[in-house]
């Protein structure tokens, strides 16, 4: 396959791709996910390539796919994963930054409690940065599933009404989303308790906030729903996670009101009963699942995208 | 006593409306005269040629973090005295938030003897309003005060609790002493790091909004009114704070507010480069807040320029956002960096930030023996070089610390002599 280049050497966030850099990505992604159904899922095309997996913070299916994309692509693969405590985290941090500079690494994905530290990695050393998540910040990673899931289903997002619902404020998906959905010319509702999403989080201009489910129903052709950490926002922005299910979660019943041939999306892990009902599968098509197999294909394109080609390494 | 003559100098000093060429004549610790026109060499023993450059009073700032004891790896008294008279700055008021932090006035004498040992600024002391910084139990105010405080605060946390410093403004009323207050109601920002506005929430850090600071101006005033007390706002960083404390003193409230530089020069815009040497309390804000700020003290609202020079170590400050400590260095860069970026473009004239950073905090210690150049007063003198230009750079700091944004800029103004009752202390031997 001919290897198309981004305009960033980075990846970030989305703020900033340009659409033509994500269409590229999908493109490349798709070429990957056949390369995921044949008999043998692997290439060599990044063999003694060096890829650091430096996850900060606990983290499952982001770290499990970024493995995965890279060992379908013959990568080298460190990972260092350090649940650091406050204390300790400044250090981890330094030498972290120093380290990376003698260990001729290529490629560094990145995840962290604190939005900016991809940021302030790529500009202390030479190799890519690829956003796991950096705080509330943003996941361009998963977003860039998500608009691979869509695509898959609609062909075009032109158009098309996607309600993001539940806590925005502290949502690095919700970012990432919002700018991934308008640049690729969906519409975008903002919806949950209004403490949960303040409305100058309307980032990109003509993302609209709403408060009240029952009217976005029926405009909506996909429900993306996010994980609500009860423990944290119980008794602080709303009132118990019963009151949460009731108001802003997706029953059966208000799904059965949205379009016939609406979607439901969900970063994972979902906490049923509380963002979804169980059974919703039954009452719409709901894309959890391939969201989950679509982020491989898509993390691998990243990774082919971003690894610098040997030749300018060497040079 | 030794007699030294500063002359054909440039003297300004906005207390009595002194500006234009003159000279200055110092007997021993003293002003001995003060002149718009020259004076016979002769005279004195010293003669200084001020050609070019301007004569100031020496600068009073009002709030600076010397950390000692407990913090040494960040500043010590004696690297916060060099950091001050390289940034012309003659008097500085330590705070209190110090490990242990300076509520007996047993700690108090030991740190104003350490204080007597150096050659250096006269670094005064502010005491804390509750023992143990707790906001708990009121510490010995009168104890304090006789061994030498010459304000009081809990700053780095504003007294959550009412009752509390409703007592400690009786005894400003009684007494006269100036209650600086750290107003930001901690329960409206928890976990807050940076400004909460439409940036904070695109990068998704946790807001401070700005009624966390005029929900607590507001208690901290009505207070100031019911008791007379004398309550003086530190660091204010909020348009709508300035409304409230205009209409206060209007209606006869005792109350003054000082402004930093870093609130003056910048806004939450920096937090797009995710670096965490502008990670401060309270926060920069936005726009329209600087501005009115910068309008604020153009026209006195502010009475006062105060530093909140806040040393910390390179190592805390280069790590993440959240973790990282909050503050700013100040004392070094204060008048350069508000000349080049203020006075210069014309945004605030020369008299009116002199007067913010001498006269003004002088009368807000209640200090009557300097801040200005009056014959008999304390001769702190800065000798100021307009045109010249010096490069922030590490080894041109004398703070242990780093932390300021300016690393790295050139800035306008260089500080080429500093006198401290009569003795010429900086440049250093």
Known sequence: ?315 | MKRTLIRQVHLLDPAQGLDGPGSVLIEGTRLHSVALEDMDPAEADVVVDGEGKYLLPGLVDLHAHLREPGGEVKETLDSGAKAALHGGFTTVVAMPNTDPPVDRPELLRALRARVRMLKGPDILFAACISQGRSGKALSEILLLRDAGAVAFTDDGDWVRDGHLFYQVMTYSAAFGFPVLSHAQDPSLYREGVAHEGPRSRKLGLPGIPRSSETVAVFRDLEIARETGGYLHIQHVSAAETLSLIQDARAQGVRVTAEVTPHHLLWTDEVLETFDPVYKVNPPLREERDRETLRQALREGHLEAVATDHAPHTTFEKTTDWLVAPFGILGLETALSSLWTYLVKPGLLSFSRLVEALTSAPARILGLKDRGTLRPGYRADLVLFDPEAQWEVLPENLYSRSRNTPLLGTTLSGVIRRVWVAGEEVFPFP
């Open chain 1, 1 to 315: 396959m001919q290897r198309g280049r981004l305009t960033s050497r980075h990846l970030l966030g989305l703020e900033t791709l340009p659409r033509e850099d994500i269409e590229l990505i999908l493109k490349t992604a798709e070429a990957f996910w056949d390369v995921l159904h044949q008999p043998i899922p692997k290439l060599p095309t990044l063999r003694g390539r060096t890829i650091l997996n430096l996850f900060f913070e606990p983290s499952t299916r982001t770290k499990a796919s970024f493995d995965l994309a890279a060992k379908r692509l013959s990568a080298d693969l460190v990972s260092i994963s350090r649940a650091t405590s406050s204390v300790t985290k400044g250090e981890s941090l330094l030498d972290t930054l120093k380290n990376l500079e003698s260990m001729r690494i290529d490629l560094v994905v990145v995840r962290h409690r604190a939005p900016g530290i991809p940021h302030l990695l790529a500009r202390y050393t030479h190799a890519a940065v690829i956003n796991a998540g950096d705080g509330a910040h943003e996941h361009p990673t998963q977003a860039l599933l998500d608009l691979f899931t869509l695509q898959r289903v609609w062909q075009t997002l032109e158009g098309k009404t996607v309600a993001i619902v539940g806590d925005i404020l502290h949502s690095r998906v919700a970012r990432s989303n919002v700018y991934g959905l308008t640049r690729m010319g969906a519409r975008v509702l903002l919806v949950g308790p209004p403490p949960l999403v303040p409305k100058d989080l309307a980032l990109v201009e003509g993302v609209e906030v709403a408060y009240d489910v029952e009217k976005v129903l029926p405009e909506v052709d996909a429900w993306m729903a996010l994980r609500v950490q009860k423990e944290r926002l119980e008794g602080s922005f709303f009132g118990s996670d019963r009151e949460y299910f009731l108001t802003y979660g997706l029953t059966r019943e208000r799904a059965s009101r949205m379009k016939p041939d609406s979607l439901i999306l969900h970063p994972g892990p979902v906490n049923w009963g509380v963002e979804l009902e169980e059974g919703i599968e039954s009452v719409r098509k709901t894309l959890i699942l391939s969201q989950v197999t679509h982020g491989v294909a898509v993390r691998m394109a990243l990774l082919y995208l971003l690894v610098p080609p040997a030749e300018e390494v060497a040079a």
